[in-house]
């Protein structure tokens, strides 16, 4: 069973920034990428950003520019969140992808609030 624990979460002001990460019990390099997503209070899970095992990156449209994803060593992914607004505020999730479906973590809260 894959396990994947993200962190980082918590209450940030308006222009500030966070970093979550995400550790993997198994290598990221088993996976066909790694990815981000969120989900806010009434509404659906979305894409926030992915990564190949090849490195390639993809953003939503709506965080180009001001959130990074990346990832370090065999069981690392993070993602760092800039200039954060509180439309940014939702539950995290790190997300581990194959062909037959994604393992999910647990989730990390941000929120954004002055």
């Known amino acids: 069973q894959v396990q994947l624990v993200e962190s980082g979460g918590g209450l940030v002001q308006p222009g500030g920034s966070l970093r979550l990460s995400c550790a993997t019990s198994?290598?990221?390099?088993?996976?066909?990428?790694m990815g981000w997503y969120r989900q806010a209070s009434g509404k659906q899970r979305e894409l926030v950003a992915t990564i190949t095992v090849g490195g390639s990156t993809n953003y939503a449209d709506s965080v180009k520019g001001r959130f990074t994803i990346s990832r370090e060593g065999a069981n690392m992914v993070y993602l760092k969140m800039n200039n954060l607004e509180p439309e940014h505020t939702a539950v995290y999730y790190c997300?581990?992808?194959?062909?037959?479906?994604?393992?999910w973590g647990q989730g990390a809260q941000v929120a954004v609030s002055s």
């Open positions: 198994e290598s990221i390099f088993n996976f066909n990428a």
């Open positions: 997300s581990a992808h194959l062909m037959t479906g994604n393992y």
